[in-house]
């Protein structure tokens, strides 16, 4: 069976620099979350989209942004990395949005982000 | 305040013997879900169970239980009959639904589980 890809899956950016994160959904999924592990973390929910339109936000800064295009797939925008960016950065996609009351969320294998 | 609480940061279990893997959630939502993942050395984010705050019967998938206990806001994880494989970090979520069904997840610390030979 499909599972979420994202892109790409190790990162390594220097300080003060930008970098797009890519995550395509599960096929049929309309929705897309975002979360951030740090080393040795519990993942923190950063947002989510539904149907191309930002549905939940979390501790997202305000240096990042996200947007979900036409055919789903979503991407993270980051921007003045600093070092306390260096993460696990996961997708997930679940299918309803708003619809379902169970909405199971299904991870990709993540990104792992390193900033030097 | 932690609206997921994982009070064993560290585990070792015998193999073959059964496991139960506490968590307490805090909400005043009526409406919410109860996740449990898996996440071993290699990084993967594993889903095992789900439990809605409205199912009545405590839900199971093969070898996880979750042990729901609405008045306690308790939903432990219980491994039966535990494997090698077994061994990895388990976070238990929380989906409160008052915003809709788009809600991202609140997780727990996590429970690193070893299972010895």
């Known amino acids: 069976a499909a599972g979420v890809i994202q892109s790409p899956r190790h990162l390594i950016k220097e300080k003060r620099e930008t970098a797009t994160l890519k995550c395509y959904p599960i096929?049929?999924?309309?929705?897309v979350y975002w979360y951030q592990q740090g080393p040795g973390q519990d993942p923190q929910f950063l947002i989510s989209?539904?149907?191309?339109?930002?549905?939940d936000k979390g501790s997202i800064p305000d240096r990042f942004s996200a947007q979900q295009f036409s055919d789903y797939h979503s991407e993270l925008n980051m921007s003045s990395l600093e070092l306390g960016d260096s993460a696990l950065y996961f997708c997930?996609?679940?299918?309803?949005?708003?619809?379902?009351?169970?909405?199971?969320?299904?991870f990709g294998p993540g990104t792992r982000l390193t900033v030097l | 305040a932690q609206k997921i609480t994982q009070t064993q940061p560290g585990m070792f279990v015998q193999e073959k013997e059964a496991v139960t893997l506490d968590c307490t959630y805090d909400?005043?939502?009526?409406?919410?879900?109860l996740f449990w993942y898996k996440q071993p050395s290699s990084g993967e984010m594993i889903f095992l169970i789900y439990?809605?705050?409205?199912?009545?019967q405590n839900a199971t998938e093969g070898r996880y239980s979750l042990n729901f206990q609405k008045a306690r806001k308790s939903a432990n994880l219980v491994i039966s009959a535990s494997q090698l494989g077994d061994s990895a970090m388990y976070f238990c979520?929380?989906?409160?639904?008052?915003?809709?069904?788009?809600?991202?997840?609140?997780f727990g610390k996590g429970t690193h589980l070893i299972i010895q030979p």
């Open positions: 997930a996609s679940s299918l309803g949005g708003f619809l379902s009351s169970y909405n199971e969320q299904f």
């Open positions: 096929p049929r999924h309309d929705t």
């Open positions: 989209f539904y149907e191309k339109m930002q549905s």
């Open positions: 909400t005043s939502d009526q409406s919410y879900g």
């Open positions: 439990q809605g705050s409205y199912d009545e």
């Open positions: 979520a929380m989906r409160e639904e008052s915003g809709g069904g788009a809600d991202g997840l609140t």
